[in-house]
Structures are given as structure tokens and as C-alpha cells.
């Protein structure tokens, strides 16, 4: 009998953490749903009360949780600190703080959870930010370049679909954006970047960053008219896409430019 009590409460005991750690996963997501609410549109900036907070519920679901849901919390975690640093500040000094949390965070998690598509791909996105911050000496001192691409391919490897086609989109980025520096790094390729962006686009057409890419990377190999065509779509959308925030601050980006390609 008293064996079977114990396994009662040790039974009793594995669903109450359960259902609290799933608790505090739907209250995160509840919290990063709001993320983009208070948003102003003069300064493209988001309040920061809603990211701070499920920020804080994904650290303590960290602390809690195990096995799959500790891989969610992670990812999800590395997405917050990207949007935190993306779109509630325009500090420099701020940003780098907030990307090194989302790229510690991520190779921690790795560690444990190798063969994650959300912890690959929100590094990976994580590190591009950084790169960006810290700037071109930095990034190609840390191999930041040659890290987003190992980590992308294994997000494709792993689920192509993920975060509507992600492991592409941000692959094909890199492609783009990444410096040919002959022999050291040789794959950038424009030309290529197209390619893999419309696999992106195959799998998700509606998504505004991939669009935004693509026809960043059609406008570079000379294909104007349907690069230009794509932008003016991005600007004609009526509804929230990827959120408040995002879709602000990627039309404002179109509308850049294209200003600058009528220059």
C-alpha cells in the first residue's frame, strides 16, 4: 500500500509541474501576442512592458521545464530578446547588450538541445543582428557569417518549413548581404540568394520579410521592375502579417528603398 501511494504522489506530483509549466508557456505567449501593443508609429519603436514580461516568464519556464518544452522556452526566449533589441530601442549600446543575452543564451542551448530548428534559426537571426552592431571587423573576427549559414542549413535540414520557411529566408539573406572575400570566404553569392529566397517565398508567400529580400536580392541582379513591383506590394498590405512592430518597420524600410532606387 505504501508503494502505492508514493507512486500516486509521485505520479500526482509529474502532472502538477506539468500543467504549471504549460501554464507559464501560455502565459509567456499570451504576453509576447501584446508585444507590439502601445507601438509608436513616429519613433517605429515598440513599449517595452509586454517583451519584458515574457521575457521574464520564459526565464522562469527555463528554470522549471524540461525536455521539449525547455527547448521551446529557449528558442522562444532568443526570439524575445530579438525583438527587444530590434524594435524597443535605437541605442547601439543597448542592442549589443540585448543581442549577447540571445547569442549566449542560444549556444547554451544548443548545447542541449542540438537538433532544435527554433534554437539554429534564432541564433542564427540573433547573430546577424549582432554582426550588425558590432560591425564588419567584429563579425568577420567571430566567423559570423559562416556561423548563420552552418546554422540555417541545419534549420533546413531539420524542418524546411519552420517559422514560415526561416531556415531560407535567413539563409538567402546571408547569401546577400555576406561579403565575397576571396579565398577566405567565397560562397556570398547575390545571384544565389535569390534562390534559396524563393524557396522561402514557396513555402510562405504572404511573409513580408522574405518578400522584402527577394526583391532586394531580384533589384541586384537587374530585375528592377518586379523587384519594384514586389516592394509596392509590401506597402499595399491592409493586414497585420508577421505584427504591429514588424510590418511598421519593414514598410518603412521598403519605402527607404525605394526612394533610394529612384535616386
Wanted: proline share 3%.
Amino acid at each position: 500500500m505504501r508503494k502505492i501511494t508514493v507512486l500516486m504522489f509521485a505520479v500526482s506530483l509529474l502532472l502538477t509541474t506539468q500543467l504549471l509549466s504549460q501554464s507559464l508557456l501560455e502565459k509567456a505567449d499570451s504576453l509576447w501576442e501584446k508585444r507590439g501593443e502601445n507601438f509608436d508609429q513616429q519613433t517605429l519603436l515598440a513599449d517595452s512592458a509586454y517583451i519584458n514580461q515574457a521575457i521574464q516568464g520564459y526565464k522562469q519556464l527555463i528554470q522549471t521545464a524540461d525536455g521539449a518544452e525547455k527547448e521551446e522556452a529557449i528558442w522562444k526566449l532568443i526570439r524575445a530578446y530579438y525583438f527587444k533589441g530590434k524594435h524597443t530601442t535605437h541605442d547601439k549600446e543597448m542592442k549589443k547588450a540585448i543581442y549577447d543575452l540571445g547569442k549566449e543564451l542560444g549556444e547554451q542551448g544548443l548545447q542541449q538541445f542540438p537538433d532544435s530548428p527554433g534554437i539554429n534559426l534564432f541564433l542564427a537571426i540573433v547573430w546577424g543582428v549582432w554582426g550588425e552592431e558590432y560591425g564588419i571587423l567584429a563579425a568577420a573576427r567571430k566567423g559570423v557569417a559562416g556561423k548563420i549559414k552552418d546554422l540555417c542549413e541545419k534549420t533546413i535540414e531539420l524542418d524546411p518549413e519552420f517559422d514560415e520557411g526561416g531556415g531560407y529566408r535567413v539563409l538567402g539573406r546571408v547569401y546577400f548581404k555576406a561579403p565575397k572575400i576571396w579565398p577566405i570566404l567565397r560562397w556570398p553569392s547575390k545571384e544565389k540568394s535569390v534562390e534559396i529566397l524563393e524557396k522561402s517565398l514557396e513555402i510562405s508567400p504572404k511573409n513580408l520579410n522574405t518578400r522584402q529580400f527577394l526583391a532586394e536580392a531580384f533589384y541586384s541582379q537587374g530585375e528592377k521592375e518586379q523587384a519594384i513591383q514586389m516592394m509596392n506590394e509590401i506597402l499595399a498590405e491592409d493586414q497585420m502579417i508577421e505584427g504591429v512592430a514588424e510590418d511598421a518597420v519593414i514598410k518603412s524600410e521598403v519605402r527607404e528603398m525605394l526612394a533610394d532606387w529612384q535616386k
